[in-house]
Every structure is written in C-alpha cells, then in structure tokens.
C-alpha cells in the first residue's frame, strides 16, 4: 500500500480509532502492556492470540501507528462491512487453502514499511486457550524480512472486565531458523505472555 493510499486512510483510520480507543475505555478495564516493543513505524508484524471478534479493534486501538490485518475472505462478501474493512486496510485471506495472492498482499506490507497484524492460529479459540499456529505467519515474516512482536488478549470480553493487551519483545528470524522452528518460538512466546496474564489476573 502506498503512502499515498495509507495518508487517504488515515483519517478514517484515526476516527475509528478515536471512537474504539474511547469506547473500550467504557466499556471494559482496558490495560495496555509494553507497547514499546511495537516500532514506532518501519517494517513489522504483530502475532497474537484470538479469543473474540473485537480483538483486531483492540489490538489497533493499543498501537499508536497504522496497523492492517489479515482477514478471513468470508467478510468480504458482507455489503455492509466490506467497503470498511477495505478502507481500513483488511487484507482478505482464504482459509485452509493456498492463496497465493493474499500471501502475496500480505508480505508487501511489511515489505513497503507497515504494520500487518495476524492471527496465527487462523481462527478464534472456542475455549480461550492457544492453538496451534499455522506456517503462514513465519512465512511471510521470513519473505518480509521483518521482526514479529508477539501479542496476547488477555479476558474475558465482559462489561467493565479486565481486559489487557500484552506485548513481547520482538523476535527475529535467524538465517537458520526454518518457518516451523521460527512459528515454534513464537507460539511459545505468545503463550507465556497469555499465561502470564491470566495468572496475574487470577484472584487470591
């Protein structure tokens, strides 16, 4: 995406992002941990966890940059939904198949200097627990050549619940890594970041 095309998203972009950031405050006891990690701009992906459909607003609005996601193609066969998620930069992605164009849309992110924000296991958690992630997210970092910040949502979603959003340091493929050593150390990396939370959020 240009920087043409990102300047023409930005203020939509920052409206919708004024209108999450305010209404997760509402809404929930929304806490942001070490967004530092997060480069201020140049190449990057966030990895995270799943468990609810808001995890993609939360996660933009806990970023202080423009973020784009991958998303899965069904929404984009939505009237009503489909033309924002295109205008705010959504990359459509089939699931359980080889899409090499998505792939390809996906890596150029990262590639002209972006955010992209995926979520490795390729759906939400029924259970809240992590799943196995599937290749496609070293892939692309490793095609990129760009570092991964490993993210954790961190519930439950619930009026005035405790809701964190956590971040680790970024990690960066090493020219021996292979994409299942690579999507090993960071599901390993987004685990302990979640499970470090829900021990810190648990009573007693």
Request: net charge positive; glycine share 10%; with cysteine.
């Amino acid at each position: 995406m240009s920087n043409r095309v990102i300047r023409q998203h930005s203020i939509l972009y920052r409206a919708a992002r004024f209108t999450v950031v305010h209404g997760l405050s509402l809404l929930f006891r929304w806490k942001v941990e070490a967004a530092s990690y997060v480069p201020a701009s140049g190449p990057c992906i966030i990895a995270s966890n799943h468990i609810h459909n808001l995890d993609p607003f939360v996660i933009g609005a806990s970023v202080p940059r423009f973020v784009q996601f991958l998303a899965k193609d069904e929404l984009f066969h939505i009237p009503v939904i489909t033309p924002l998620i295109r205008y705010l930069g959504a990359i459509p992605i089939r699931r359980g198949g080889n899409d090499r164009a998505g792939l390809r849309r996906a890596v150029e992110v990262p590639k002209n200097g972006g955010c992209l924000v995926i979520f490795p296991e390729g759906h939400r958690s029924k259970t809240g627990r992590l799943g196995p992630g599937k290749p496609g997210v070293a892939l692309i970092a490793r095609l990129a050549e760009c570092p991964i910040v490993p993210c954790a949502v961190i519930g439950p979603y619930g009026f005035r619940k405790r809701l964190t959003v956590r971040f680790g340091p970024p990690l960066v493929a090493s020219p021996d890594d292979t994409n299942d050593v690579l999507l090993d150390k960071l599901m390993t990396q987004i685990r302990n970041l979640y499970e470090r939370g829900v021990h810190q959020s648990a009573p007693g």
